[in-house]
T-cell receptor
Framework: GQQLNQSPQSMFIQEGEDVSMNCTSSSIFNTWLWYKQDPGEGPVLLIALYKAGELTSNGRLTAQFGITRKDSFLNISASIPSDVGIYFCAGQGGTYKYIFGTGTRLKVLA | DAGVIQSPRHEVTEMGQEVTLRCKPISGHNSLFWYRQTMMRGLELLIYFNNNVPIDDSGMPEDRFSAKMPNASFSTLKIQPSEPRDSAVYFC?????????????FGPGTRLTVL
């Protein structure tokens, strides 16, 4: 099935560092979602974005809906060990169907 | 509030056996989705229900797969007969569709292993 391009694929960072990841699409989207998936669990919604240019924060997480509507970014500030997991973006183009990114696997070294 | 509930969490079966996965969506949600997740293909949408009616089943891989939603609070995904390549994590997600800005909430998934 179709997937969004998400980068980086994986990251190893030191505790306390900031993290940036992004998602790009060839299609325009009306909604961007960011999820985190822990091992053995389902994806948990972190942030939802509904307007181009929108910048939304959730604690140490900040996500932006790209102006072109073809990309989105997620930043995590001052990473901690529990930030470990796989982060997925998902884009929706006005129908029910979400297209999911390939995931960014984050590992935090204490 | 309870999230999306799936059962079983783990299922190990032998090739050829029938497998039934169950899902209870979040109360009040009108849309339900079944996904399959594998390392190779990521998250794939299998089928989408709206108001208990299957709207899009184009992601269902073969006739061996079938899904039902007899009421707003219950859905099943059945594989018969199962094959080793069906081994994956199957997620159910639900949302309240408002015409374009709904967000999906996932269950914990069922990890299926077909030997």
């Amino acid at each position: 099935g179709q997937q969004l391009n998400q980068s980086p694929q994986s990251m190893f960072i030191q505790e306390g560092e900031d993290v940036s990841m992004n998602c790009t699409s060839s299609s325009i989207f009306n909604t961007w979602l960011w999820y985190k998936q822990d091992p053995g669990e389902g994806p948990v919604l972190l942030i939802a974005l509904y307007k181009a240019g929108e910048l939304t924060s959730n604690g140490r997480l900040t996500a932006q809906f790209g102006i072109t509507r073809k990309d989105s970014f997620l930043n995590i500030s001052a990473s901690i060990p529990s930030d470990v997991g796989i982060y997925f973006c998902a884009g929706q183009g006005g129908t029910y169907k979400y297209i999911f990114g390939t995931g960014t696997r984050l590992k935090v070294l204490a | 509030d309870a999230g999306v509930i799936q059962s079983p969490r783990h299922e190990v079966t032998e090739m050829g056996q029938e497998v039934t996965l169950r899902c209870k969506p979040i109360s009040g949600h009108n849309s339900l989705f079944w996904y399959r997740q594998t390392m190779m293909r990521g998250l794939e949408l299998l089928i989408y229900f709206n108001n208990n009616v299957p709207i899009d089943d184009s992601g269902m891989p073969e006739d061996r797969f079938s899904a039902k939603m007899p009421n707003a609070s219950f859905s099943t995904l059945k594989i018969q007969p199962s094959e080793p390549r069906d081994s994956a994590v199957y997620f159910c997600a639900s949302s309240f569709e408002t015409g374009g800005t709904d967000t999906q909430y996932f269950g914990p998934g069922t990890r299926l292993t077909v030997l």
